[in-house]
C-alpha cells in the first residue's frame, strides 16, 4: 500500500493507493471523497456495540467506520477530513500509543485499537476534553486540524499550550489545566485555560481553533430585527 497526503496544509486530502487485494484502510464514516469503481466498502462497528459506542460517547467518532479493500492491484481511494485545514501520518507501535481529542482521527492501517478515553474531570472543564480517543497497537494513522499541524517535543522544561489548540499527544506525558495568568488572564487575556504538559513526548497543536473563529466572525453577523406588525 502506498499513501500521499496531498494539498496540505490548507485542505488536506489522503491519497491511498493499494498493491494488493489482501490490503485495507478503515476510515471514519463520510471521509470518502472518491475511489476506484472496483474498491470494495464494508460498514461495520468495529469491536462490536459495546466498543462502538464507546468510541461515538468518549470519543466523539461515529459509530460506524468503513473499511475499503481492493479487488486488484493499482485501485485507490481519496479520503479527506470534514474540517479545513491538515493532515499527518503517525506510525503507531506498542510503545507508542497516542491520545486523540475529539473528531481527529480520519483513518488507519494495520492493527490498531482505538478506544474512548476518560481525561478526567480537569480536562473536561479546561477544555481538553473530558473524553478523548486512545489508539494504541500496530499500524499507521492519519490525523486531521483545523488549520496546519504543527508537533513539539516535550522535554523536562515542559511545555504550555492553549487547550483550544490541542490535537493530539502521546499516552506517556502528563498534563495539568489552569488558567492563564490567574482569573484576571482567564477573563481578559483572551487565552483563557492552558495546559502544562511534562514528561517526554509529542504534543500535535493546531494553528487554528473553531471557537476562535465563531468570535471573529460574531461582530459580521447579521442580525434579524423583529417587525413591529
Keep these: 500500500m502506498q499513501f500521499e497526503i496531498i494539498d496540505a496544509p490548507e485542505f488536506g486530502l489522503l491519497r491511498v493507493r493499494f498493491d494488493d487485494r489482501g490490503e485495507q484502510i478503515v476510515a471514519e464514516s463520510g471521509a470518502m471523497v472518491s475511489m476506484s469503481a472496483g474498491l470494495q466498502m464494508e460498514t ?32 485507490e481511494i481519496l479520503l479527506a477530513p470534514a474540517p479545513e485545514g491538515d493532515l499527518v501520518h503517525l506510525q503507531i507501535t506498542p510503545d507508542t500509543p497516542m491520545v486523540l481529542n475529539s473528531g481527529a482521527y480520519l483513518a488507519h492501517t494495520g492493527e490498531l485499537a482505538l478506544n474512548g478515553k476518560i481525561a478526567g474531570l480537569k480536562s473536561f472543564f479546561g477544555g481538553v476534553g473530558f473524553f478523548m480517543l486512545q489508539v494504541t497497537g500496530q499500524g499507521d494513522l492519519f490525523i486531521n486540524s483545523y488549520g496546519a499541524l504543527h508537533p513539539i517535543e516535550v522535554g523536562p522544561q515542559g511545555f504550555t499550550v492553549d487547550n483550544g489548540h490541542i490535537v493530539a499527544f502521546s499516552e506517556g506525558l502528563t498534563y495539568s489545566v489552569r488558567k492563564f495568568g490567574g482569573y484576571k488572564g482567564l477573563f481578559f487575556s483572551g487565552e483563557g485555560l492552558v495546559t502544562d504538559f511534562s514528561g517526554t513526548g509529542t504534543v500535535w497543536v493546531q494553528t487554528r481553533n473553531a471557537p476562535s473563529l465563531a468570535g471573529f466572525l460574531e461582530p459580521f453577523r447579521r442580525v434579524q430585527r423583529r417587525s413591529n406588525d
Design 44 to 75: 461495520k462497528m468495529r469491536g462490536g456495540l459495546f466498543d462502538a459506542v464507546k468510541r461515538k460517547l468518549l470519543g466523539g467518532e461515529s459509530l460506524f467506520q468503513n473499511t475499503y479493500r481492493p479487488s486488484a492491484p493499482g485501485q
